[in-house]
């Protein structure tokens, strides 16, 4: 599985950014993706996850009603759409995908065996 990651870039507070995770796979549908997100000193956090069934789930409280994940499985792709942008949501932003089964929704870096390259979101006061 390859993940192409892209749609960061500067914005400045208030604004709209959509990242998109192209992956390169035949069941794309079959994978869980997610949305990590990591600044310089800090632990990679789960941003929001789109499971494999089309459920989802927000793992960063502060991005709830904000951001919006969801996936096109006839392109391959994931989207994360980023509205009301705020400073502290400066970070490279990664998707992720693993192999989808039943309903738990995994959160935690390590659960995840694919990684895009990371793209850069830079939110200015």
């Known amino acids: 599985v390859q993940l192409q990651a892209s749609g960061g870039g500067l914005v400045q507070a208030g604004g709209s950014l959509r990242l998109s995770c192209a992956a390169l796979?035949?069941?794309?549908?079959?994978?869980?993706m997610g949305w990590f997100r990591q600044v310089p000193g800090k632990e990679r956090e789960c941003v929001a996850i789109?499971?494999?069934?089309?459920?989802?789930?927000y793992c960063a409280d502060s991005v709830k009603g904000r951001f919006t994940i969801s996936r096109d499985n006839a392109k391959n792709t994931v989207y994360l759409q980023m509205n009301s942008l705020k400073p502290v949501d400066t970070a490279v932003y990664y998707c992720a995908a693993r192999w989808g089964s039943g309903s738990y929704f995994y959160s935690k870096p390590y659960d995840y065996r694919y990684w895009g390259q990371g793209t850069q979101v830079t939110v200015s006061s």
């Open positions: 789109k499971s494999w069934n089309g459920a989802d789930t």
């Open positions: 796979v035949r069941t794309f549908s079959s994978y869980d």
